[in-house]
């Protein structure tokens, strides 16, 4: 018992009570320790209590996670979540909050009110409750008539349901409180004004008045109390149907005194449960007293077979009765006394006539234990609602301390747990509506009640010996423990007492996990279990004496070899003084051998142990380094004697050994991966269970199932003519084979299949993977033995039989149980595990069963346990620094894994995941607290299993070692180390290596290889390509900027090459050449630029700023006229037939398409990539495009990717570089609608002269795009609809930096070609050096980029450019962008671009400082925001960016400034035109990613502010952060300040367009608004810009039904404004128009604020895709 309540103990820190823990451990083994198996066992008990409290302990863990993830909205005092309805369920809330919900809204949330008032208990006590709903029903006095009858209303309806369905402390009055509630409640009634017209009093008056009735007729029920007045009469002179009736009655008085309140929390466990739960405790007492009872009559007569059999034969036809009456407590009394361990066996020798045999049997299989007394449980389930029953309390119980150790009360300081309320209300109301309110028509019998109260109860230790049997034991003990069982396909709950079964129950997720927004403050769990760190066992000097006295000394000199690689030893060396060598003697490429000393050990360091240990045969040679080495030597043989002498010793050495061992292991690399084991069973494993089983040459295995044969679980192998079964657990086998031909009959029963045999023999296979496979099996069997006699009989007849016979003794025995030959040789090993110890150790394991995918050990958690794979295989998965997860192995059957975790301590961790890789894989685990307990009890086991865990470890030491040499993985050598420093090397290398691929089983060949470009270029040969057919002759292209190179082996002169996506090993001929390889490729892999981006600052670079999409594609058209060798160009949507000129009049010979034809018939190489879009996304029609281009000329060339992964991303950068000379980057793609000027007319219906033919007149917002493969055809009405106006923004740079815009093409190029074995597309080189340019620009190019996108690790360089600027920003941030999604809206959301803003904002209000921030959105993002729930999800996720949430920029805002309006506001351009209905007006689509700092620098590309764009992981992104080395001095504030030129006329030029100031074409200052376009920062120029947007807001919303606006907060004021819309303008208001400046109006912050814009994802369209895709 105290160790039992040791280790059930909480976990605390200090080191005092642990020790504490330890000592009384110590004790109570010694004391028992010699003990009698029964007392062993329960030592056991006690050790498997601490381990279903650890697996109870994870459950709970879980469970709050998912209240965690579930909730979706409400305050911090409440939580909700959806119940797949349209509505929501109540989750969480702080007891306050509860009650005034259920006030005010009672109706709906009668359930719940009626839920808590049942369980109330457990948070608040009753008299604090009822104060808590006076003051709910006074506080509603002030409100509204209205309001203040509902809420009291709400009031008064919880007090009459407290009352009447739950309130024994109204009616019982003195019991409960001495009166105080129902004194409180009469006294608070009293005090209101009397009208009981006023249904909320009428309704109190009505609770009081009846509590007053109730209390008056209310008797107590009689106290049942058993005494010590010896009975005068013989319980076999009573009638067993009377003794049942009155035990009855008793048990159902005793039953309903029970109140709800005592089966919360566990109260009948506690210290002071007399107090807390006394009917409960009186139930259990009485429960296990008549249990005693029954036993003790029994002992009476034991030693009497006729009174025996006579008493047994009394107690089954109580039993009987007891059944009738259904009263299953008494009933499950008798059977649990009757199988008590010291009397079961007497039990089971009695025979009973049949049909009272008959009856047992059945009563006993109605209260089996089995799956949580499952056939009691449907019992109860159909019973009739007017039928009195007492129910047996064990299921109940179990279900409440399941709640109870998987729910935590509360998950945040003071806010309630209400699934568990709910869960904990639904079980105590239907006990109580079953059992409480019911009576029984049996007449009261005083003489038989006095009889059961005084009946004679044997206390004896005896009575309480731990079970051994099914139904033995006190059932109610208060060691009651928790733990989850998965078995099969489902999971299942047990819960396990030191002295009966476990028993299971069916669980099903309270929740269902959710990914929504996280909640803060959570509460930290309390822990139920005590650390199961294995004790400090290192060796003690004391035993080393032991040790060295057995030891012989030896003396070697300087250079003498004391032990060679691959000899043979069976000795321990320790070393006594001196140094020694380790030297490891490996093969290169060129099969030359090389020695590598690979450590030094010195004084008290010991050798020997892995030869010891693995095969005898040593692993490295052993060489004196110093003058004199002096060496202790311990023969194997000597050693193992000492152990048989000192087990305690043994256990220690070889935990010590198996933990060196395990540090050993950990400190060499991970192991490759292995291959997946192949499914089908081929001829190979045919051969080897032949051998296994002995079976005759050829004879194939047609079946496997995995299954049970007894106790034993192993696999069941079904061949042509046997049956065999193997069970291996850890080290211990056991083989059983039986001829088809000895088989007389196959039966299958409940799952259950069995063979009889003519022997009259029988076996049972059971507990089969899944159920459904139990029958297969059966079926199976069936036919194979039907088929065998068939053939038999067909033999029998022929010619043949003779010779078969003769040859019968050859044949196996059947039914034999076979052990293999390493297992017998274990028994009789005077050192190596017995079969009878494994017996041990295995009742300390666990075996769970796990679906494919089910995490069994997850990385970084730390477990103190070893596991077995009994059958199945598992995938062991590591964490990539990148955050991405490697698959680096496989384990099967009979493997260990967890060793390393379970030898280093409670602070190791798992250092990679382990998942089963296939249904039905089967684990068994051995918890280290087993361990602990069986170190000091079975000192002499535990030294055995540590043997073999060091035995295993040494195995896997060598292998290890072993592959890590043979693939040249020791990485002995950094890059740094390997190059000399005073040498400058060549950025460029060519000439022949071998080259290795990094498949397994890869090969070394001769390889011309060349590094050039930042790339490194394997060729197909080993011979020199021509500068004519080096393109053709490519085999292999790896971009070196963003990649790493390693040193494999120096002594083989051989290195890596790694990239995101591929790898590859070479080795040169000699130290000097690998060092120019190695020397050129780290030129390329360690260079470290600014933002951590692949390309380097780029100076001197000639750049222009290019507006709109007239600009810009005048641009694309100049460069690519000019292109003389390659055009590369890069969109997310491309249409070949767009025009990129329009001149008046336009000529067909501006398309792009028809550019491209020009230049491919000129000899340039045309290369364009286009995404491969999914069906998340609007079709594209990549696929027509990639024909169409590649169809005009054979030197066009296109490639779409991904071919199918990932669904959620895109490809997003938009590019064109020419002759990697001269680039184009930016926002706009090459289709439909980008084409505009910066006029942005939103109409063009004049045919004549149409600016925008065909689908080109485009507007998202009113219509999706149809059929882009037909350009021409219109897709709206241009004569009703406008178009949707386009605002982005891009730039044109050559010389170094295009190369870099080149570069990340190139890259991208190769990898997309070798990802998706595009054969037709040639890979593509880099120019060796970038032609230098003549600017004034310092440009870098930046990119979001990873391993799908890319082929390389994640680069995300654009989001830490944006993150620099902003910090750096001194004055002003001008921002131009399509989404704003930052992680202040929380849901995830991880890019952190608006808390910069936020903090750069706060440090100048703090210091008092002038700061603007300009943002300029989308009115709404592209699409049709009302039909498109995803839409609206951007809107919901952009709003709680900016303005709307706690969180929000503007709401934190306005706790630290007045206005926060001065220092940050959003802004949305509109246009306006006439068509023949009438006036009409879109937004201008702003489309641009751009930020302008200072007007110092400017980031311009693809990237959007949200985490598809920045992460680097999502979409693949380009843009260019650039400065102008010419400065110009202005005025920002009224103070001097210098800016970048180019930027400066770039911010001027853009404000200039959006505010309506002449001249937007240049970006000269002149004329009546000039002052406000120069200085962004002074309050003048602020103010301008600000009433510019609002005049223009205004007269746009005067004029028309503006969609949408501030004006709108929901759903219906929408559709009242649409329906305005319909009718026309109001004439008298058109002129208003002219008063328009320019585009600038204000974004609508509070459009729909009072709607939820988050979709529904219960809807099968919305949840098919990943949510994070909107953000």
Known sequence: ETLRRTCIMKKTDGEKEKE????????????????????????????????????????????????????????????????????????????????????????????????????????????????????????????????????????????????????????????????????????????LTWDLHYPPFALLNETVVAAKKASRAYKSPRNFVRGHEENKISVLDLDPSALADQLTLIELNMIQKIQPKEFLNQSWLADNRESLAPNLVAMIRWFNQTSKWVTTEMLKRRDNMTEKTTMLTFFVRLAENLYKLRNYNGLMEVINGLHRPIIVHHVNTIVLPPPLETAWKTLLEFMSPDKNYRRYRQALKVLPSATTAIPFLGPLLTKITFLDYTMQDYIDSGVINFEKVRHLAFKLEKFCRKFMQKSYSIKYSEYLTLFILNVEIFEDETMVTPYKHRFSGELFDSSIAVAMERQDSTDRISIATPSSEPMEIDVKTPMTPARYPSMTGMATLSTIRRSSSIEESQISWEDWEKLVSIATTRRYLHGEVIMEQGSYNRNLYKIQSGQV??????????????????????????????????????????????????????????????FNSDAGLSGRFYKSLAQQLAQRVRALPPPKPKALVATPIDRKRDRRIGQLFKLPEGETIVKEYRCGMGKKKGILYLSINHLCFFHKFFAHKARWKLPLSEIEEITFNDGKVEIGTFAKEREQFRGFTFPELAQDCYSFMTRLLKDFRTKTEQFISSDNFQEFNSNQDDVASMGSVERDRTDSETEASTYSLSYKDWDIIRSGARSFTYRENEVIVAEGQRYQKVYFIVGGSCNVVKKHPNGESVHVGVMVEDETFGELSFLDGENSAATASVIAGEDGTEVSIIDGEFINVLFLVKPEIAGKFFRYLATNLASLLKKRESKSIAAEEENMVEVSNLLEKAKEYSREKRGVISKRGNHLGSSWALRFCEVKGGCFIIYNSDQEPTPENAITETQKILPLLGAMVKISSATNFSFKILTGKWSRSFAADSMEEMQDWVGAVAYWTTLKNRFDSYSPERIGISAKFLIDGCETFNAISDIIENAKSTIFITDWFLVPEIYLRRPDPASISDRLDRILLKKAKQGVRVCVLIWNETSIAIKLNSAGVKKKLEALHPNIFCIRHPPLEPLNWSHHQKMVVVDSRIAVVGGLDMCYGRWDTQAHLCIDNCHLSLKWPGKDYANPNRKTLDHPEFPFREYLDRTTVPRMGWHDIAMVLDGPAAWDVAYNFIQR????????????????????????????HMCQVIRSICEWSGGNFVEHSVYNAYIDAIRNAQHFIYIENQYFISSLSGGGIENAIAEEILNRILRAIEANEVFRVIVLLPITPDGVYGENASIRYVMHWQYETLCRGANSILEQLKSKCADPHDYITFHSLRAWGELEIGPVTEQIYIHAKMMIVDDRKVIIGSANINDRSLRGDRDSEIAVISEDSEQIEINFSGQPFKVSKSVHHLRVRLWKEHMGIPGCENPDISGADSEYLEDPVSLSSFQFWRQRSRANTRLFEDVFPTIPSDDILTWQMLQKKEMEASRMTDPEKLHLLSNVKGHLVDFPTGFLKSENLRPDFGNIKVRAVDRSIFQ
Do not use: C
């Open 20 to 191: 504490s823990r330890r000592s009384r451990i110590h004790q109570t083994v010694s004391h028992i320790k010699d003990a009698a198996p029964e007392k062993l066992h329960r030592l056991s008990s006690a050790v498997k209590i601490h381990r279903l409290s650890q697996s109870a302990h994870e459950i709970s863990r879980e469970n709050l996670r998912n209240i965690e993830t579930d909730a979706i909205e409400g305050d911090r005092n409440i939580w909700y979540r959806d119940d797949g309805k349209g509505g929501k369920i109540i989750v969480a809330g702080s007891v306050s909050r509860l009650l005034d919900l259920f006030a005010q809204h009672f109706p709906e949330n009668q359930t719940a009110a009626e839920s808590f008032l049942s369980v109330h208990h457990s948070f608040i006590s009753s008299v604090d409750l009822l104060n808590i709903l006076i003051n709910l029903y006074y506080k509603a006095e002030a409100f509204q008539a209205k309001q203040r009858e509902v809420t009291q209303t709400g009031v008064a309806n919880m007090i009459h349901s407290w009352v009447f369905k739950f309130g024994a402390e109204f009616v019982n009055g003195k019991e409960y409180l001495n009166g105080v509630l129902r004194s409180t409640l009469k006294q608070f009634v009293k005090s």
């Open 581 to 642: 060598t380790i030297q490891k003697t490996v093969t290169g490429p060129k099969g030359l051998p090389f020695p590598i000393n690979v450590g030094i050990m010195g004084k008290g360091q010991m050798l020997g142990e892995m030869s010891v240990l693995h095969l005898g045969l040593t692993s490295a040679s052993v060489v004196a380094s110093s003058d004199e080495v002096i060496m202790f030597v311990m023969s194997e043989e000597n050693v193992y004697n000492l």
């Open 1309 to 1336: 190029w190769n990898h997309h070609k070798d990802f998706i074995g595009e054969t037709s597309a040639p890979y593509l080189h880099t120019l060796g050096t970038p032609v230098p340019s003549e600017g004034g």
